[in-house]
């Protein structure tokens, strides 16, 4: 069978481009979107992430308020910092990168966060409208792989989508919007306690594989022309590669391609669309303010 790979490099870039003209609409009208990136600490993955979406901000027109903070920032200094971006009518969005240093609670800053400006759709009002279909931010990761299905055109009505995961960034979002009418999964969610796990992905028509662990998902556990969605990134010793690594996904890629119809590729696949998502977030929130 043939194997489409998904460019998530491209679907996103399309996706930039149009929050770039909206962005561009809305200052003509005195609007200029605005989203603050707050670091704490100098954690290499995270850092790494934050630069992304500073590039991304730079891209689609947006004020980039990004704030670097120290490893020793104490969580009340934190918490004053988004109390205050929360009173600034000039910011649209704010994202704390996690994860954060051990002293500070990350539960207590997502809460921090006021709703409206919740870009990461991580606040519990945020997760709440989701779940009910009320209009909301939802999480940039999950949200990206629905439109990764959109574009492909690829049928979800009635198919059966199994989400390998359950954690609250991943797993369980993209299981809720799976289900939503618009989407119309039918949706069975795995995880470490799953048993006979392969008996389950055998009967998928959409794997979405979200676990955290290179080849959690491997040829002979999927039927032939299913979809498989890979959201993982792990860093794997290799000697070919300057840096001594490289990224795969939570599947086996090359084992999957020629049984699977359509798979995401690690790196540049589900990845861009986060960043994309966040972008369009953030536009959804200054277009507020005009509608």
Known sequence: MET????????????????????????????????????????????????????????VGMVDKSITLPESTSEDELLKLIDELNKDDSVHGILVQLPLPKHINEDKVIMAICPEKDVDGFHPVSVGNMMIGRPGFLPCT??????LLEKMGIETSGKHAVVIGRSNIVGKPVSILLARKETNCTVTMCHTGTKNMAEITKQADIVVVASGRPHTLTCDMVKEGAVVIDVGVNRIPDDSK???FRLVGDSDFDDLVGKVSYITPVPGGVGPMTIAMLMQNTLESAQKLVS
């Open 4 to 59: 489409k790979i998904i460019d998530g490099k491209q679907i996103a870039s399309d996706v930039r481009a149009d929050v770039a003209k909206k962005v561009a609409e809305l200052k003509e009208k005195g609007v200029f979107p605005c989203l603050a990136v707050i670091l704490v600490g100098e954690n290499p993955a995270s850092v790494s992430y934050v630069t992304g979406k500073r590039k991304a901000l730079a891209e």
């Open 142 to 147: 999950p949200h990206g792989i629905i439109v």
């Open 242 to 244: 300057k840096s001594g």
